[in-house]
């Protein structure tokens, strides 16, 4: 499951839903990561925009491959403006086996920095500015590099 919300995450909101979505399935193993704003080089925030065709193709083929290991991948992120000390991406894994879920949920958070095409900005005194220093060409993105 992908869910792109606008501004800040509901993290105890999502988390309990996820848990309770899932709770009957037998997993033995539901490990979440919280990202969140921090407050660094004056920024007020970050705001972000979306490429969901390739945010959806990306998120599809991790399904496909947890569905391999008998896990499930969900993801929530922010379209928008996060203020610092709020979350703007929740990642969780669930599966039968606590090391799967483990393993899965640092390949996936890493994956998912490296490649998901989702533009990130500064927010400092209510402007938008691109983060080209935090950000990496998305292989296979043509012009969107």
Known sequence: MLEIHHGPLNVPLILKRWY?????????????????????????GLSFDIYDPLLNRWFTEWQQRAKTEDALVKMAHSRGD?????????????????????????????SFKA???????????????????????????GILV
């Open 115 to 141: 490649s998901a095409p989702i533009w990130k900005y500064d927010l400092v005194n209510g402007r938008r500015i691109y983060a080209a220093d935090r950000s990496a060409p998305i292989e296979g993105s």
């Open 20 to 44: 309770e979505e899932e709770s009957l399935k037998n997993y033995g193993a539901f490990i979440p990561f919280i990202g969140t704003v921090r407050e660094e080089n004056g920024v007020d």
């Open 82 to 110: 996060v203020p610092v000390h709020t979350s703007s991406y929740i990642a969780a894994v669930f599966s039968p086996k606590r090391r799967t879920a483990l393993e899965m949920i640092e390949t996936f958070v890493e």
